[in-house]
C-alpha cells in the first residue's frame, strides 16, 4: 500500500479538472450574479425608499455574513428542508447571491451615474421610459462602471476558493487532496498562486487601463 | 410516496452516497490515481453491492459529517463516528463497526514515556474530533491551560503539521499512526502511549429518523462480522487478522 | 421544515465559547488593520518614489495582495512557510495573511487618495507662506484621510469577514470555534445560524461607529 | 400654435409658475428674459411635458399637452429641446446621436435615420464630425449636436434653454450662428437666454419673467429698449 | 516694489517666458491680459516662487525671490495670491479656512487669527457664512474666501490669476466688486484678467502678453483703447 505517492504527469488531468471547476463555477456566478445585480441595481435605482429598505437590508445580510458560513449554512439548511443540492448547485448559487449583492451596489451607482439632464434630453426626443433605459441609461450606466465591475468579477473568482469547503472540488481543493498525498505542500501551491494571478493581474491592469482612460 | 423510506430510495435511485473522510488512512485516503480508497470506501462498496445499487463515495472532512447527512448529500457516513450521547441526539448510529485506540505520535527524541509527558511539548490533533475532545477533557482535569495545544483542520493537515514541525506530538487513532509508520515517510517519529482509559467505538451514522435504514445497516455490519468480511478487509488495510478483543467488543456492543 | 429539530440550549450553554471567537475574531482583524495600515503607507510611499528597488518591491507586494485569494495566502502561511521550517500558530497564519492583504489593498487606497488630491491646494497652501510639512499636515492629510476613511472601514469589514478563513487551519476565531462546537455536537445549522448572527451584528457595529466617528470628526463638510 | 394659459406649478411648497399666459404663433421667435430662478427653465419643461403642472393648459397644435390622454411621446416630437448642459449621449458617434431618435422613435430604418440625421448635422456644421464622439469635442460642438440632434426629430417648434450659458464666451458666438440659421428657416422658437443683444436681435417677442410671473412681454424694441416696468429696468440695468 | 528684471522660464523645452520685465510699484494696480496659453498665469507662479525660473531676477521689496538664501516662506507672506480654480480647503470652514495661515505661519493664537480672519471674511462680505463649509457655497463665494484667505496674511502686494473665468457669469460681478475694494484700499495688485472692461476700469498699467513676451503696456487708455501693435489689435478685437 501507497499512502505517500510524489506528483506526477498522470496527476495533470486532475489538476486540470479542478482548473476548469474553478472557471466553470466563477464564470456561472459572474454571469447570474451580473444580470441578477443588473436588475436589483436598476430597481434600487428607480425605487422609493421603502422598497430599497427591504432590499438593502437583504443585500447587507450577504456583504455581512462570510461567503464561508453562508456556504455551509445554505447547503445545510436546504437540505434539511429536504432539497438536497449538489456542492456545484449550491456553490453556484450562493456564489451568484454574493456577486449579486456587489454587483448591484456597481450596476446602481452605474445608473445614477447618468445625468438626469440627459435622460431628460432623450425622454425630450420622445424615447418612451423603456427605450430610454434600454438605448441610453444601461449602456452609458454601464460603460462608467465597466472597471468597478471587472473588479468584482475579480474577486469573485478568488472567493471561489472558498466553494471548497462545501465539497465542490475546484482548484484549491484539488491542491489540498494532492497536498495530503504527497506531503509538498510548496511547489503545489506555488502553482496554485500563479494560476490565479495569471487570471487575476492582466484583467486587473486591463480595468485600470480602461479607467484611466475614461478620466481622460 | 409518502411510505417509501431512505432505504427504497437508496434502491430506486440506483446509487449508494455513501460519505468517507478521505484523509484518515488506511480507513480513507486517495490513492495515487486520486481515488478514493480505504477500509471506509470498502465497507461503502460492499454495502451498495448487497443494495445492488453503484457506489457513490463522498470525500467529507471530519466538519463535513453532519451536514452532509442533513443536506442529504450523503445517505449513510462510513466515517469513523464515535458514538458519543451528545452526537446521537443529532444523528442516528448504527452498532458500532470498529474500535479505535487514541495515541500519541511524537517527533524521536522528544520524551513521551506516558501520556503526562504532552503536558510539556507541543501537541496537535484535528478539530472536533473526539480525541481532541479526550485530549481536552484530560488537560483540564490536569489544569494544563490549552496554550501548548494547536488545531488542524484534518487529519491530514494534522499530520503534515507534525512532518513540518509545527507540533511535537499529535495524536490520532492507533490505526492511522500505525498505517503511517509504515509509510515510511514517518521514519522520525514514533508511536506514543495511548490516551488513558478510553476506547473509541465508532459507528455508521445515518439521519437520526430513518430507522428502517439505519435496521438495514445494523444487519449489513453484522453481516460483515459473520461473513468474515471484517476480517479480509482488516488484513487487507492494516497487514493483520482482526483481533479478537476487538470483534467480541463489537459483538458485545451491539 | 423537513422534520429537522432545533436544539438552541446546546448553543445556549456554548455561548462563553462563541463570544470567545467572536473576541479573537475581533481581536485579529483589528491587530490586522492596524499593522496594515502601518505597512500600507510605506508600500504607497514606495509606489510613488523613484528609487527602482523600493518601486518594484512595494509593486510586488500589492499585485500579490491583490490578485490572489486570501485563502490561498493563508494556506501558504501556514503550510508553505511551514516546508521552510517557519512555524506560524493558526492565529499568526490567518493575521499574517490578513496583514499582507490588508497592505497591499490599503497602499493602493492611499495611493489613490493621495494622488486625489488636486495640485492646486499644495499651490494655495504654499502661497500662504506654509512649508512643506505644514503643507502637509494642515491641507492635505486632513482631506486625504477623509477620502480614505469609507475604504479604510470597507477593509475592515473585509478583514472581519475574511479571518472565518481561520476555520480552515484550525484557528479558534468565531468560525473554528463554531466548526468545533458543531463536531462535538452535531448541531450544525445552529451554530453556524447563531455565528453568521454574530458576524453580522459584528460588522454592523463596527459600520454604525464608523459613521458616528465620521459624523464627529468631518461635521457638515463633504460627504 | 403653442397656447399656456394660466399656468401654475409649484415644487412641494415653493410655486415656481404663478399663472404664465403666452402664445407662440408659428414662425415666431419668442425669447424669455429673467432672473435666475424666475422659473424660465421650468415653463420650458412643462411645455415639454418633462414637468408636470398644478393647473392652467398648455395646448400645442390643439392638443392639450397635461391631459391624460395624451400621447406624450408623439406629442414630444413636435417640440424639441435643448438644454443649457450639453447632453450628447457619450455612449454614440455624433451620428448616432441624431439618428437614434429618428430610427427608435419615429421607427424610420436606420439608413433613412441616419440620411436626416446627417442633413441636420450638415446644417449646424458638423458635417466633417459624423463618426466623432461626443466627448471629444467642444461644449459649443456638442450643443450644436444637441441641436441637430433634436432638429433630426422634424418638429415644427424648438425650444432653447440658456443654450449658450455653459459655454466658454468664444464657443457662444457658433451656436447663436446656428440659432439665426433655424430663424431664418422659419423655425418657431422659444428661447430662454442671457444673451440680450441677441435677443432683441432674433425675436418677435421678449417677455421678462420675474418671480413666477411674466412681467412685461412685447416687441424687443419695447422690452428693452424702452422697457415699462420698475423690475425690468433693474434687472437690464444689472446685465447690459 | 516687485521689480521683474528679463525673466526666463521654460517647461522642458518650451520656453514660456522669453524675457520678461515688469515693475509694480506700491499702490500701483497692473493688469495682465493676452490669448492662452502665453505665460501669464506661468509669471505670478514664478513672482511667487512657486515655480522656479531659468534666468533674470524677481526682486520683492528688495529681496530676490529666487535666490537660494530667501526664506520663500517668509516671503510668500508678502504675496497674496488667487487663482483661477478656487481652492478653498475643503475640510474647514469658511473661518477656518481664512485663519489657518496667520495662526501657524505666522504664529498668531487662535483668536487673534480668527479676528484678523473674520474682519478679513466681512470685509469681502462673507461675514454671515463664517461657519459654513466652503463646498456648500457658490464659486463666487468660495473666490471671495480665497481672497479674503490670502488678505488675511497682511500681505502688502495682491496676485490674481484669471479669478473670474472659471465663475458663471451672475457670479462675476460680486468678484470683480471685491477687487474694486481692495483697489480703493489702495492694495498693490497684480491681475492677469480676461475681462478687458474690468481692467481699463481698474488698472494703473495693462501688460499684453504674447507667446511670452510683453508685447505692449501702458496705461489702459494707451493698450486698450488706442493699442499700437498689431497683435494687441487682434486680440482686443476677438475678445470685445
Ligand atoms: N426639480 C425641482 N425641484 C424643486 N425645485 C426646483 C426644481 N427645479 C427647479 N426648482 C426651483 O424652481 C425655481 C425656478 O427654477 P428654474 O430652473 O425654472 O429657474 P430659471 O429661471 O430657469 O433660472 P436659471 O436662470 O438659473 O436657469 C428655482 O427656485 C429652483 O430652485
Ligand atoms: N507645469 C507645467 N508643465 C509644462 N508646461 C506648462 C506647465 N504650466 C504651464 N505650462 C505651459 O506653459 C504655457 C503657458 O502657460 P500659462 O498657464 O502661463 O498660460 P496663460 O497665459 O496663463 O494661459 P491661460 O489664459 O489659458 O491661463 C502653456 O503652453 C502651458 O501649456
Ligand atoms: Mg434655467
Ligand atoms: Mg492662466
Same mark, same amino acid.
Given at each position: 500500500?501507497?499512502?505517500?505517492?510524489?506528483?506526477?504527469?498522470?496527476?495533470?488531468?486532475?489538476?486540470?479538472?479542478?482548473?476548469?471547476?474553478?472557471?466553470?463555477?466563477?464564470?456561472?456566478?459572474?454571469?447570474?450574479?451580473?444580470?441578477?445585480?443588473?436588475?436589483?441595481?436598476?430597481?434600487?435605482?428607480?425605487?422609493?425608499?421603502?422598497?430599497? /429598505?427591504?432590499?438593502?437590508?437583504?443585500?447587507?445580510?450577504?456583504?455581512?455574513?462570510?461567503?464561508?458560513?453562508?456556504?455551509?449554512?445554505?447547503?445545510?439548511?436546504?437540505?434539511?428542508?429536504?432539497?438536497?443540492?449538489?456542492?456545484?448547485?449550491?456553490?453556484?448559487?450562493?456564489?451568484?447571491?454574493?456577486?449579486?449583492?456587489?454587483?448591484?451596489?456597481?450596476?446602481?451607482?452605474?445608473?445614477?451615474?447618468?445625468?438626469?439632464?440627459?435622460?431628460?434630453?432623450?425622454?425630450?426626443?420622445?424615447?418612451?421610459?423603456?427605450?430610454?433605459?434600454?438605448?441610453?441609461?444601461?449602456?452609458?450606466? /454601464?460603460?462608467?462602471?465597466?472597471?468597478?465591475?471587472?473588479?468584482?468579477?475579480?474577486?469573485?473568482?478568488?472567493?471561489?476558493?472558498?466553494?471548497?469547503?462545501?465539497?465542490?472540488?475546484?482548484?484549491?481543493?484539488?491542491?489540498?487532496?494532492?497536498?495530503?498525498?504527497?506531503?509538498?505542500?510548496? /511547489?503545489?501551491?506555488?502553482?496554485?498562486?500563479?494560476?490565479?494571478?495569471?487570471?487575476?493581474?492582466?484583467?486587473?491592469?486591463?480595468?485600470?487601463?480602461?479607467?484611466?482612460?475614461?478620466?481622460? | 410516496?409518502?411510505?417509501?423510506? &431512505?432505504?427504497?430510495?437508496?434502491?430506486?435511485?440506483?446509487?449508494?452516497?455513501?460519505?468517507?473522510?478521505?484523509?484518515?488512512?488506511?480507513?480513507?485516503?486517495?490513492?495515487?490515481?486520486?481515488?478514493?480508497?480505504?477500509?471506509?470506501?470498502?465497507?461503502?462498496?460492499?454495502?451498495?453491492?448487497?443494495?445492488?445499487? &453503484?457506489?457513490?463515495?463522498?470525500?467529507?472532512?471530519? +466538519?463535513?459529517?453532519?451536514?452532509?447527512?442533513?443536506?442529504?448529500?450523503?445517505?449513510?457516513?462510513? +466515517?469513523?463516528?464515535?458514538?458519543?450521547?451528545?452526537?446521537?441526539?443529532?444523528?442516528?448510529?448504527?452498532?458500532?463497526?470498529?474500535?479505535?485506540?487514541?495515541?500519541?505520535?511524537?517527533?524521536?527524541?522528544?520524551?513521551?514515556?506516558?501520556?503526562?509527558?504532552?503536558?510539556?511539548?507541543?501537541?496537535?490533533?484535528?478539530?472536533?474530533?473526539?480525541?481532541?475532545?479526550?485530549?481536552?477533557?484530560?488537560?483540564?482535569?490536569?489544569?494544563?491551560?490549552?496554550?501548548?495545544?494547536?488545531?488542524? &483542520?484534518?487529519?491530514?493537515?494534522?499530520?503534515?503539521?507534525?512532518?513540518?514541525?509545527?507540533?511535537?506530538?499529535?495524536?490520532?487513532?492507533?490505526?492511522?499512526?500505525?498505517?503511517?509508520?509504515?509509510?515510511?515517510?514517518?521514519? +522520525?517519529?514514533?508511536?506514543?502511549?495511548?490516551?488513558?482509559?478510553?476506547?473509541?467505538?465508532?459507528?455508521?451514522?445515518?439521519?437520526?429518523?430513518?430507522?428502517?435504514?439505519?435496521?438495514?445497516?445494523?444487519?449489513?455490519?453484522?453481516?460483515?462480522?459473520?461473513?468474515?468480511?471484517?476480517?479480509?478487509?482488516?488484513?487487507?488495510?492494516?497487514?493483520?487478522?482482526?483481533?479478537?478483543?476487538?470483534?467480541?467488543?463489537?459483538?458485545?456492543?451491539? | 421544515?423537513?422534520?429537522?429539530?432545533?436544539?438552541?440550549?446546546?448553543?445556549?450553554?456554548?455561548?462563553?465559547?462563541?463570544?470567545?471567537?467572536?473576541?479573537?475574531?475581533?481581536?485579529?482583524?483589528?491587530?490586522?488593520?492596524?499593522?496594515?495600515?502601518?505597512?500600507?503607507?510605506?508600500?504607497?510611499?514606495?509606489?510613488?518614489?523613484?528609487?527602482?528597488?523600493?518601486?518594484?518591491?512595494?509593486?510586488?507586494? !500589492?499585485?500579490?495582495?491583490?490578485?490572489?485569494?486570501?485563502?490561498?495566502?493563508?494556506?501558504?502561511?501556514?503550510?508553505?512557510?511551514?516546508?521552510?521550517?517557519?512555524?506560524?500558530?493558526?492565529?499568526?497564519?490567518?493575521?499574517?495573511?490578513?496583514?499582507?492583504? =490588508?497592505?497591499?489593498?490599503?497602499?493602493?487606497?492611499?495611493?489613490?487618495?493621495?494622488?486625489?488630491?488636486?495640485?492646486?491646494?499644495?499651490?494655495?497652501?504654499?502661497?500662504?507662506?506654509? =512649508? =512643506?510639512?505644514?503643507?502637509?499636515?494642515?491641507?492635505?492629510?486632513?482631506?486625504?484621510?477623509?477620502?480614505?476613511?469609507?475604504?479604510?472601514?470597507?477593509?475592515?469589514?473585509?478583514?472581519?469577514?475574511?479571518?472565518?478563513?481561520? !476555520?480552515?487551519?484550525?484557528? =479558534?476565531?468565531?468560525?473554528?470555534?463554531?466548526?468545533?462546537?458543531?463536531?462535538?455536537?452535531?448541531?450544525?445549522?445552529?451554530?453556524?445560524?447563531?455565528?453568521?448572527?454574530?458576524?453580522?451584528?459584528?460588522?454592523?457595529?463596527?459600520?454604525?461607529?464608523?459613521?458616528?466617528?465620521?459624523?464627529?470628526?468631518?461635521?457638515?463638510?463633504?460627504? | 400654435?403653442?397656447?399656456?394659459?394660466?399656468?401654475?406649478?409649484?415644487?412641494?411648497?415653493?410655486?415656481?409658475?404663478?399663472?404664465?399666459?403666452?402664445?407662440?404663433?408659428?414662425?415666431?421667435?419668442?425669447? $424669455?428674459?429673467?432672473?435666475?430662478?424666475?422659473?424660465?427653465?421650468?415653463?420650458?419643461?412643462?411645455?415639454?411635458?418633462?414637468?408636470?403642472?398644478?393647473?392652467?393648459?398648455?395646448?400645442?397644435?390643439?392638443?392639450?399637452?397635461?391631459?391624460?390622454?395624451?400621447?406624450?411621446?408623439?406629442?414630444?416630437?413636435?417640440?424639441?429641446?435643448?438644454?443649457?448642459?450639453?447632453?450628447?449621449?457619450?455612449?454614440?458617434?455624433?451620428?448616432?446621436?441624431?439618428?437614434?431618435?429618428?430610427? $427608435?422613435?419615429?421607427?424610420?430604418?436606420?439608413?433613412?435615420?441616419?440620411? $436626416?440625421?446627417?442633413?441636420?448635422?450638415?446644417?449646424?456644421?458638423?458635417?466633417?464630425?459624423?463618426?466623432?464622439?461626443?466627448?471629444?469635442?467642444?461644449?459649443?460642438?456638442?450643443?450644436?449636436?444637441?441641436?441637430?440632434?433634436?432638429?433630426?426629430?422634424?418638429?415644427?417648434?424648438?425650444?432653447?434653454?440658456?443654450?449658450?450659458?455653459?459655454?466658454?464666451?468664444?464657443?457662444?458666438?457658433?451656436?447663436?450662428?446656428?440659432?439665426?440659421?433655424?430663424?431664418?428657416?422659419?423655425?418657431?422658437? $422659444?428661447?430662454?437666454?442671457? %444673451?440680450?443683444?441677441?435677443?432683441?436681435?432674433?425675436?418677435?417677442?421678449?417677455?421678462?419673467?420675474?418671480?413666477?410671473?411674466?412681467?412685461?412681454?412685447?416687441?424687443?424694441?419695447?422690452?428693452?429698449?424702452?422697457?415699462?416696468? %420698475?423690475?425690468?429696468?433693474?434687472?437690464?440695468?444689472?446685465?447690459?
Amino acid at each position: 500500500m501507497n499512502l505517500f505517492t510524489p506528483l506526477s504527469w498522470s496527476d495533470s488531468g486532475f489538476i486540470l479538472t479542478g482548473i476548469l471547476n474553478t472557471v466553470y463555477i466563477s464564470v456561472v456566478a459572474i454571469i447570474v450574479g451580473s444580470l441578477l445585480g443588473l436588475l436589483v441595481g436598476f430597481v434600487r435605482a428607480e425605487s422609493n425608499k421603502s422598497i430599497n /429598505m427591504l432590499l438593502g437590508a437583504f443585500l447587507d445580510v450577504l456583504r455581512s455574513v462570510p461567503l464561508i458560513i453562508q456556504l455551509i449554512l445554505f447547503t445545510t439548511f436546504i437540505g434539511a428542508m429536504g432539497y438536497p443540492l449538489n456542492p456545484f448547485a449550491a456553490g453556484s448559487i450562493i456564489l451568484s447571491l454574493y456577486t449579486m449583492a456587489f454587483m448591484s451596489e456597481v450596476f446602481r451607482s452605474g445608473f445614477d451615474s447618468v445625468p438626469t439632464s440627459t435622460i431628460k434630453a432623450a425622454r425630450s426626443l420622445g424615447l418612451n421610459y423603456l427605450q430610454t433605459v434600454r438605448y441610453i441609461r444601461i449602456p452609458i450606466g /454601464m460603460r462608467a462602471v465597466f472597471p468597478s465591475w471587472l473588479g468584482v468579477a475579480l474577486s469573485v473568482i478568488k472567493d471561489s476558493a472558498l466553494v471548497s469547503v462545501i465539497g465542490y472540488m475546484e482548484l484549491l481543493r484539488t491542491a489540498e487532496q494532492l497536498i495530503s498525498r504527497t506531503q509538498q505542500p510548496i /511547489m503545489i501551491l506555488i502553482g496554485v498562486g500563479l494560476f490565479y494571478f495569471m487570471i487575476s493581474y492582466p484583467l486587473s491592469r486591463y480595468g485600470k487601463y480602461v479607467e484611466r482612460k475614461m478620466e481622460i | 410516496n409518502a411510505s417509501a423510506d &431512505k432505504l427504497d430510495d437508496v434502491i430506486k435511485r440506483g446509487t449508494l452516497n455513501c460519505g468517507v473522510v478521505l484523509d484518515f488512512p488506511p480507513m480513507g485516503y486517495t490513492d495515487k490515481d486520486n481515488k478514493p480508497a480505504g477500509f471506509d470506501v470498502d465497507y461503502c462498496n460492499d454495502l451498495a453491492a448487497v443494495l445492488g445499487v &453503484k457506489s457513490e463515495v463522498i470525500n467529507l472532512t471530519w +466538519g463535513d459529517r453532519i451536514p452532509s447527512l442533513i443536506s442529504a448529500k450523503t445517505d449513510v457516513v462510513v +466515517g469513523s463516528t464515535s458514538d458519543t450521547l451528545a452526537r446521537a441526539k443529532s444523528v442516528g448510529f448504527t452498532y458500532p463497526y470498529f474500535v479505535f485506540k487514541f495515541q500519541v505520535l511524537s517527533k524521536k527524541g522528544v520524551r513521551m514515556a506516558s501520556f503526562d509527558d504532552l503536558k510539556d511539548v507541543k501537541v496537535g490533533a484535528a478539530l472536533g474530533t473526539t480525541y481532541e475532545t479526550e485530549y481536552f477533557k484530560y488537560a483540564d482535569s490536569k489544569g494544563w491551560g490549552r496554550d501548548n495545544y494547536t488545531s488542524f &483542520k484534518s487529519e491530514n493537515d494534522a499530520f503534515l503539521g507534525l512532518y513540518q514541525g509545527k507540533i511535537d506530538a499529535l495524536i490520532s487513532t492507533n490505526t492511522n499512526i500505525a498505517t503511517k509508520l509504515t509509510s515510511g515517510q514517518f521514519d +522520525g517519529f514514533v508511536a506514543g502511549p495511548y490516551v488513558p482509559n478510553y476506547d473509541d467505538v465508532v459507528g455508521l451514522i445515518a439521519k437520526r429518523d430513518e430507522l428502517a435504514w439505519i435496521k438495514y445497516l445494523n444487519l449489513f455490519l453484522v453481516h460483515q462480522i459473520r461473513d468474515g468480511r471484517l476480517n479480509e478487509l482488516h488484513m487487507k488495510h492494516f497487514g493483520t487478522a482482526v483481533s479478537p478483543d476487538m470483534v467480541q467488543s463489537l459483538r458485545d456492543n451491539k | 421544515m423537513n422534520n429537522y429539530e432545533f436544539h438552541w440550549n446546546v448553543v445556549f450553554d456554548a455561548f462563553p465559547q462563541l463570544l470567545s471567537g467572536a473576541f479573537t475574531t475581533v481581536h485579529v482583524s483589528v491587530l490586522s488593520m492596524l499593522v496594515g495600515i502601518v505597512i500600507a503607507v510605506l508600500l504607497a510611499l514606495g509606489k510613488l518614489s523613484n528609487n527602482k528597488v523600493f518601486y518594484h518591491f512595494a509593486n510586488i507586494w !500589492i499585485e500579490i495582495a491583490r490578485n490572489t485569494p486570501a485563502l490561498f495566502l493563508i494556506y501558504m502561511a501556514y503550510f508553505g512557510l511551514g516546508a521552510y521550517g517557519i512555524h506560524l500558530s493558526p492565529y499568526l497564519a490567518v493575521f499574517s495573511a490578513l496583514v499582507f492583504i =490588508n497592505a497591499g489593498y490599503l497602499a493602493e487606497t492611499f495611493r489613490g487618495g493621495f494622488q486625489s488630491i488636486p495640485t492646486t491646494q499644495y499651490s494655495a497652501a504654499k502661497s500662504l507662506g506654509m =512649508n =512643506n510639512i505644514k503643507v502637509y499636515r494642515y491641507v492635505i492629510l486632513p482631506q486625504m484621510f477623509r477620502r480614505i476613511y469609507h475604504p479604510m472601514t470597507n477593509q475592515f469589514v473585509w478583514s472581519i469577514l475574511m479571518s472565518s478563513l481561520g !476555520i480552515l487551519v484550525g484557528m =479558534n476565531e468565531l468560525s473554528g470555534e463554531t466548526q468545533r462546537l458543531q463536531s462535538t455536537s452535531f448541531r450544525t445549522l445552529e451554530f453556524f445560524m447563531v455565528a453568521a448572527a454574530m458576524y453580522f451584528v459584528i460588522t454592523k457595529l463596527v459600520l454604525f461607529t464608523s459613521s458616528l466617528i465620521a459624523k464627529k470628526v468631518f461635521k457638515g463638510e463633504l460627504s | 400654435m403653442i397656447e399656456i394659459k394660466g399656468v401654475h406649478k409649484s415644487f412641494g411648497d415653493l410655486e415656481v409658475l404663478k399663472g404664465i399666459d403666452l402664445n407662440v404663433n408659428r414662425g415666431e421667435v419668442v425669447s $424669455i428674459i429673467g432672473a435666475s430662478g424666475s422659473g424660465k427653465s421650468t415653463l420650458l419643461y412643462c411645455i415639454n411635458a418633462i414637468e408636470k403642472i398644478n393647473s392652467g393648459n398648455i395646448i400645442v397644435d390643439g392638443i392639450d399637452v397635461h391631459d391624460k390622454k395624451t400621447d406624450i411621446n408623439k406629442l414630444r416630437q413636435n417640440l424639441g429641446m435643448v438644454f443649457q448642459q450639453w447632453n450628447s449621449f457619450p455612449h454614440l458617434t455624433v451620428l448616432e446621436n441624431a439618428a437614434l431618435a429618428p430610427q $427608435i422613435v419615429k421607427g424610420f430604418s436606420k439608413e433613412k435615420a441616419q440620411e $436626416i440625421a446627417t442633413k441636420e448635422l450638415i446644417h449646424v456644421g458638423l458635417g466633417d464630425k459624423l463618426h466623432e464622439y461626443p466627448t471629444r469635442m467642444s461644449g459649443g460642438q456638442q450643443q450644436r449636436l444637441a441641436i441637430a440632434r433634436a432638429l433630426a426629430m422634424e418638429p415644427p417648434y424648438m425650444l432653447f434653454d440658456e443654450v449658450t450659458s455653459a459655454l466658454d464666451p468664444e464657443l457662444v458666438g457658433e451656436v447663436l450662428d446656428t440659432l439665426r440659421l433655424l430663424r431664418d428657416d422659419g423655425m418657431t422658437m $422659444i428661447c430662454v437666454t442671457h %444673451e440680450i443683444a441677441f435677443a432683441k436681435e432674433v425675436s418677435d417677442k421678449v417677455a421678462f419673467f420675474h418671480e413666477g410671473l411674466i412681467e412685461e412681454i412685447g416687441t424687443p424694441q419695447q422690452v428693452l429698449d424702452n422697457p415699462q416696468r %420698475e423690475r425690468t429696468q433693474q434687472f437690464l440695468s444689472k446685465v447690459l
